[in-house]
């Protein structure tokens, strides 16, 4: 899966523009190139945008995805400092990849899981988009498929709530 990286940014805003509609140009302005190219890629999200009041919250909160991401590593850096390059980490119930991408601009082997299937594409094209590697499947965070202590760094950010065997997880 890749993202088509030829139209210019000033294309890619201006079909942005026409398929979210008038008032979306301070959002959109806003977005680094890669998200831009992201968004261009998930017709999904603009059909959420144009939904809803509560699609557009939505939409804004995957858009806000590699900015909350790095966030999060900053908050890693700042109260467990470790070394990023070549760190295994596990983003259990990445989403749509926005720590992901975040783990993997830093150095970091960036390997997630999420039990959605959109969520796993998404981050998948999230990654190509900012033209990081990452490794992410498809599975429960209460019965993940990786090897006992083979990660450096576990996160587990927004997911614990949506698991129904919370015990276990």
Known sequence: ?????????????????????????????GLPE??????????????????????????????????????????IDRFAPIAWTGCRALDAGCGDGGLLVALARRGALAHGIDLEPSNVAGARLRASAWRVAVHVVYGSIVEL?????????????????????????
Do not use: Q
């Not at 899966?1 to 301070?26: C, H, V």
């Not at 202590?149 to 997880?169: F, G, P, Q, W």
């Open 34 to 75: 890669p998200e831009l190219r992201y968004l261009h890629a998930c017709p999904g999200l603009v059909h959420r945008y144009n939904e809803s009041r509560r699609g557009r919250f939505l939409f804004e909160w995957e858009m806000s995805a590699p900015e909350r991401g790095a966030s999060t590593a900053a908050e």
């Open 145 to 169: 498929p990786f090897r006992s202590n083979s990660m450096s760094l576990v996160t587990c950010s927004d997911v614990i709530e949506h698991v129904k065997a919370r015990r276990e997880a």
């Open 1 to 29: 899966e890749g993202i088509d990286d030829r139209p210019s940014r000033t294309a890619l805003l201006e079909e942005l523009r026409t398929r979210l509609g008038p008032g979306t140009e301070d959002l959109l302005r």
